[in-house]
């Protein structure tokens, strides 16, 4: 499996600011270097018109009119001609030629190249030649004399900015330790103190994280322990049970009674597991997309809840179905987005526990109004699940979403506590608010989901 790339921030700051300070310094050295060149050949040029005028009025003094030996180590050589042409001063060993062309001029002699400047006045001729390879090499000196500062600062500018960048960077890789260092159930936050502030929102952001996972994780643990505890009584009275029937050795019809409660037993136990399933499905569903979700028609969904729960009304006589008024299913569809299997299994919790806690030949009423305030393509519905049961005292309305809460009311039905938990998760996933109250018409409890609607 091939690594993947390093792309270290630190590594890269390094890299182009190290590489653009080199490339600076470069060019300015080499910019530096030209100018000090040209600088000194200005000079030079400068030195031998200086020396031209000085002889002007005639041969240097103490400087001997004729050939001589004593200048051969000099890097000017010197001609004069006087006005008729009569050559009144040269330097020894000079090779320059006998004309003079007025102004500068390269000249190449016996292998060698000069720089001459000629100047004429009335009572002579003035020639003064410079060898072009000492004046370059003298050039050249004064050059790496101005590139010399660059050489020496450009390491110690790199170095700075070396520092400067590992300790701008040091919060960054503090904060990585801290997250290495860390147990897996430690979800305490980041400390942010002297982070960048590009860095800081990323911190942030991974605290909210944090406290978000935290509070998953905790709430996993609860409910693993819950789910523990409510399945141990089950469990154990199935076991006890079990272990009555092998010993019993009353009638036949004792022992059928015996058979049948643990059968019961078992259901109950069965209908926990399907509970526990559901609300953990669903509330890991609460931190993804669901990729089925999309525009339904509520009124089907209405339609097969009530279907499914209706054989467990007709065994306890209960007339359920859709409410006999106005507050029926409305004529055109009433479009959510969400999940059709989800809110199909939300309105059967609502229906199976109305059905489940109504007194026999009691009454379940579900009800389906649109509000769309005047605009037909934007609104809310409003589902309804009423009932002539017990209801639920005011103030325990507040905690029964919670799992495996049972409210002391409803103390003759058993329960596993986990359908309005199951209906509160599948709500929050849709967007949906949840209000329970007193039914006006049934005196029982009053169940409303208010969702918004969606776009034909």
């Known amino acids: 499996m091939k690594a993947p790339a390093s792309h270290s921030l630190r590594r890269r700051l390094l890299w182009f600011v190290l590489v653009a300070i080199l490339l600076a310094a470069v060019l300015q050295a080499v910019t530096a270097y030209r100018g000090a060149l040209q600088q000194a050949d200005a000079m030079f040029d400068d030195h031998l018109q200086q020396v031209a005028r000085s002889m002007r009025s005639g041969a240097p003094l103490g400087m001997p009119l004729k050939d001589s030996d004593d200048d051969a180590g000099f890097d000017l050589y010197v001609q004069i001609w006087g006005q008729d042409g009569t050559p009144i001063f040269r330097s020894t060993h000079s090779a320059l030629p006998p ?23 009335p009572l002579q001729t003035v020639q003064i030649a410079q060898n072009l390879s000492a004046r370059t090499a003298r050039a050249r000196a004064l050059a790496a004399r101005a590139v010399l500062p660059f050489i020496l600062l450009t390491p110690l500018l790199m170095l700075a900015v070396w520092w ?47 406290g978000r996972v935290r509070g998953a994780f905790d709430a996993q643990r609860n ?13 154990t009275a199935l076991k006890l049970q079990a272990q009555a029937l092998r010993r019993t050795d009353d009638e036949p019809a004792a022992r059928e009674a015996g058979i049948a409660r643990l059968n019961q037993g078992i259901d109950r136990a069965i209908r926990l597991v399907e509970q526990l399933l559901t609300l953990a499905r669903e509330e890991a569903s609460l931190a993804q997309t669901d990729a089925v979700a999309g525009p339904i028609d509520l009124q089907d969904v209405v339609r097969l809840a009530v279907a499914d729960v209706l054989p467990l009304a ?34 059967r919790n609502l229906l199976e526990n109305a059905v489940k806690y109504t007194p026999d030949s009691g009454r379940v009423d579900v009800s389906l109004q649109l509000q769309t305030d005047g605009n037909e393509s934007k609104g809310q519905c409003l589902l309804t699940v009423e009932d002539s049961g017990p209801g639920i005292a005011p103030e325990d309305r507040s905690r029964v979403f919670d ?17 309005l938990a199951i209906v509160k998760t599948i709500a929050d996933r849709h967007g949906a608010t949840l209000q329970l109250d007193a039914s006006p018409r049934l005196g029982g409890l009053r169940v409303q989901v208010r969702m918004d609607t969606a776009h034909p």
Do not use: W
């Open 164 to 210: 400067v960048i590992s300790r701008s960077l040091a919060p960054i890789e503090r904060a990585r330790r801290q997250v290495a260092s860390r147990a897996a159930d430690d979800f305490s936050p980041l400390a942010d103190t002297d982070l960048p502030d590009e860095v800081r929102p990323l911190v942030d952001e991974l605290n909210l994280l944090f």
């Open 223 to 235: 409910f693993v322990a819950d789910a523990a505890h409510e399945l141990r009584s089950p469990l």
């Open 314 to 347: 007709a065994h306890k006589h209960i007339d359920l179905g859709l409410a006999d008024n106005e507050e029926g299913l409305p004529v055109q569809p009433v479009l959510v987005t969400g999940q059709r299997e989800a809110l199909r299994m939300m309105l």
């Open 403 to 419: 799992r495996f809460y049972r409210s002391s009311d409803v103390a003759p039905e058993t329960g596993s506590g986990l359908g």
């Open 99 to 121: 004309r003079a062309v007025l102004g500068f001029s390269d000249v190449e002699a016996n292998g060698n190249r000069y720089r001459v400047y000629s100047l004429q006045t």
